[in-house]
């Protein structure tokens, strides 16, 4: 019992930073319309600049998360500037091989600027939290605690951004109906500039958490990719709420999935459970807009 | 000026196996418009099956049934058109951004597939001592040899796509690439046309898989990396024109000339920067991509160039036959 208990924090941990992002892989999905293939990327990038805040500035990690997550936002939108926005006007498709490109350049570049070796926020090993329980006990570390901790007050306030704020409105009425949204008189690329600012924010603190529950390395974010786009369409691509919950059950599903197979095929797992989506429900089971 | 000879045959074969690769891409998504990101995994397929068939038994894994090479050959073809086809049965019918991470989620299952299953593959240590076919030619005539059967096979391929390309059939696949219900509303089974293009093209995935294994002589699950293996190939359709014949082949000659002449201009940094110097070609691979799609998105040599060659050449032959 203590060892499912177990499995299902660290689900929740990898669902967390699962969650942070699929959430900006659904809204760029939605408003922008193409599969954003350097989402990974940009994890990646906003965990290295939060090492660089953390090793050479010495700040406290919580403080770096913010930094560095506008920082990579800055980078994504010379990215948009220089290369995506030229070319909106073509087919969706075009746009998705541009940002494979972009993924790998941004590869490359915290390749070059960082180094190809494995890197640690911390050195040293965190103490866990022990709590007893039944015949074993479950360990759980602080930085456990922040990541779950830190995608519930993230997810809050999207929640409240959407809802309630004329940015968060304008953003859901551009991804329900496009043309609809511009005749209303929405300045359609100002909802752009926020989508990215919103969708990576949300990435880079999920590629941060990445580094801080495991290690730093520069295909960590390419590596999460295939398990955050199966959360996205798990919750039905282009809903920022679903992409939470389809993120949270990729994450546990992963997990537990390690008491039945292998753990050295547990990253097939989010691919199984994408492909069973995809036959059986290719709306995302929460019932996703028509794709 | 025997080792410039040496390298331009090295040059040429392998050029050449990545050109029946751009060719490969060409039918899927140059034609029929299937986003395939996962070439890696058809190639790595390919390879494996052929290597396994062909290489002497081994004690330490089940592998090696010390076949022909020829069969070889066709076991590639059919093990990376088998898996193809199940892929394709799943994700075809969604739309080109979920088949693209789908193709990445066969990759990543067969990377772990080829290194976990020790019993069959060896796992991370790979499997050495692949027949290299001419061996018994000698180190002079070997290399040639097998440039020439790289040349044939390349030959052989660019004939039948083309073929496909002008005949019916292909007029199907671009017609579904271009208004899939106009196709869908005369009749045609689209799924079924889009099957056996990604099947086709992965069939000769695996074909390129298995002639690089051989030329190469080791197949480990590391060798084959997604950014050498797909993403190289993707640059060299678009950069040579997306739906081509020609230009896949082109695109495929040219790009890995910048690539290997960019191996040559890393050499030539100091050996601190060495270890970065994978990373610059990766970023230099993503530049070309996006400068391609900013600045050239039809490619060196255009799909409509190559319809006005063909109209030109059906009102030749109608003229001759009328």
Redesign the interface.
Known sequence: MAELLQLVVFGLVLGSILTLGAIGLSLTYGILK??H?AHGDFMTLGAYFALSLVAMAHLPILLSIPIAALATILVALVADRL?YR??RR?R???L???S??????????V??IW??NVQVYSPGIQLPYVIPFGDGAIRIKPDHLIIMGGALILVSALHVFLQYTRVGKAMRAMSDNPDLARVTGIDTEKIVLWTWGIGIFLAAVGGIFAGMDAQLH?VVGWRL??PV??AA?LGGIGRPYGAIAGGMTIGLAQELSTLVI?P??K??VS?AI??LV??FR?RGIFAGRS? | MDALLSYAVFFVSIAGIYAILSLALNVQWGLT?L?N?GIVAFVAVGAYTSVLLTVEPSATFDGGLGLPLPVGFVGAMVTSAVLAFFVGL??LN?????L???T???A??VR?FL??EEWLTNGVRGVGGVPRPFAELGQVWMPVAQMLLVLVLLAVVFFLIERARRAPWGRVLRAIRENELTVLASGKTVKAFRLQAFVLGSAIMGLAGALWAHFVGFVSPEAFEP?QTT?LV?VML?AGGSGNTKGAVLGAFIIWAIWSGSQFATDLLPPEMV??A?????????????LV??FR?EGLLSESDQRRGDLAREAREERRAG
Not at chain 2, 94 to 98: F, H, I
Not at chain 2, 278 to 290: E, H, K, P, S, T
């Open positions: 193409f599969a293939f290369i030229r070319l073509t969706p498709v075009i998705l091989i541009a494979v490109g972009v993924a790998l350049i941004l590869r490359s570049a390749q070059i180094g190809p520069p990719l295939l786009f199966a369409i292998d050295s095929y990253p097939a691919f994408m492909v995809l036959i290719p794709t | 418009g986003f990101i799943i994700t969604l739309r080109a951004d979920y693209a991470i789908a990445i989620g066969i990543e299952i772990l290194k976990n950014l993403f993707w678009i270890t970065q994978g990373a610059l070609r990766m970023g230099l691979i993503g530049l070309l991509l996006v799609l900013l998105n």
